[in-house]
């Protein structure tokens, strides 16, 4: 059982188009996260959930939208794609406190 | 806000020796601190953790890390690096409040056989 799944692992696009990744979790967990890692490794926190209320959400262009229909699930809708979009997205949870968080495994996103 | 530092983009280690990654933060008060590990291609995962029981805090695959108050410093060891260890550590700190992480820039292993 993937404690947290991410969808599509890979996705190529061209320039202009609207695309979603989608993340599950199954831990029980109340919050959420998206993550940006880019070229370099660096790791950017994008926007946290918690129990379906946003509550962190860093300075990104308002292409990127999130959803959280429910609090197992958090959604990254990406409009109008642009090539500085070229990254890993990652999602992740969190119990809090001092529980750590538990990563997905990633969407590597290529924008031509 | 809290911040994290990574000395040491790059290490370098010979198969067999010591591995010693550093991590400061800045914190007046002490945070929980985290090391995660990346392999390549891979999501990141917990390598260990410091909630504030034993400073030393053992994790994976035969890592460590020492929690030093006064140095504000939470480094990561292993006494003899093996080749599976090569890949990119992360130090990550959380704040006793709130949700939200301080990852650190990473930094990348390799060990040269």
């Known amino acids: 059982d993937t404690a947290v799944s991410q969808t599509p692992k890979y996705l190529v696009t061209q320039m202009g188009n609207d695309k979603s990744i989608k993340c599950e979790q199954n831990?029980?967990?109340?919050?959420m996260y998206w993550y940006k890692q880019d070229s370099k490794k660096f790791l950017k926190i994008m926007f946290s959930y918690n129990n379906k209320e946003l509550i962190i959400n860093e300075t990104v262009p308002n292409r990127f939208s999130p959803k959280s229909p429910d609090k197992a699930h958090l959604n990254l809708h990406i409009n109008s794609l642009e090539l500085g979009d070229s990254a890993v997205y990652f999602c992740a949870s969190s119990q809090g406190g001092p529980y750590g968080y538990t990563f997905g495994s990633g969407t590597r996103l290529t924008v031509v | 806000a809290q911040s994290v530092t990574q000395l040491g983009s790059h290490v370098s280690v010979s198969e067999g020796a010591l591995v010693l990654l550093r991590c400061n933060y800045s914190?007046?008060?002490?945070?929980?601190l985290f090391w995660y590990v990346q392999y390549p291609n891979q999501g990141l995962q917990l390598l260990l953790k410091y909630t504030s029981a034993a400073t030393l805090v053992k994790g994976i695959n035969g890592f460590e890390a020492e929690f030093k108050k006064s140095e504000t410093s939470f480094h990561l060891t292993k006494p003899s690096a093996h080749m599976s260890d090569a890949a990119e550590y992360f130090c990550?700190?959380?704040?006793?409040?709130?949700?939200?992480?301080?990852f650190g820039t990473g930094t990348s292993l390799t060990v040269i056989p």
């Open positions: 990550a700190v959380r704040p006793n409040t709130g949700n939200q992480f301080y």
């Open positions: 914190s007046s008060v002490p945070p929980y």
């Open positions: 831990l029980g967990h109340d919050t």
